[in-house]
């Protein structure tokens, strides 16, 4: 639990840091009343000079994005579709086993002897939380091989702009 609550703070923070590339704002661009209250000519970049820091905004943020060594991504699809492959043979297993247990001489006396007391909850079936964890290893297998498309879409953008670099100024 403290792994995953540990990689959630380390994705928060990094995202906040290659987050959106605001930029300079000042008052003045956002009209109406601020204008006014906080006196629009003295706001610190206006005109030219607020077009040219938005500009440099931009440009540093770009130089900020981990576009330095873009095999990362490649690695990342090739660790993204062996977890999904894993995931399979691991599903199958689960629900192979579980059904061997369900059907064994064990399972079916007990559930007669549950059923003769009139309880009717231990049955020698699948029940929901079985099913749905089917269900979300489908979707995790599904949602690993995204991750791999995404990855291989993001290296061939990257390839791209690395190539053309002119282009990243070009915004």
Known sequence: MVEALLAV??????????????????????GGIYYYQYGGAYSGFSGADGDRARQLDQRFQLLKLPWRFPAWLLLEC??????????VPALYYF???LL??????????????????GYQGFRCSLHGAEIAAGLSGCVAV???LLSGGLAVWGYRTVHKLKQKPEQLYEL
Request: glycine residues 8%; proline residues 4%; charged residues 10%.
């Open 9 to 30: 703070l380390i994705l928060v923070c990094s995202s906040v840091s290659c987050g959106p590339t605001g930029g300079y704002t000042g008052l003045p661009s956002l």
């Open 78 to 87: 090739i660790l993204d579709i062996m977890v999904a492959i894993g995931i």
């Open 95 to 97: 629900f192979h086993f």
């Open 100 to 117: 061997e247990v369900y059907n064994s001489s064990v399972c079916k006396e007990r559930e007669q002897l549950y059923q003769s007391k």
């Open 142 to 144: 599904l949602a690993y």
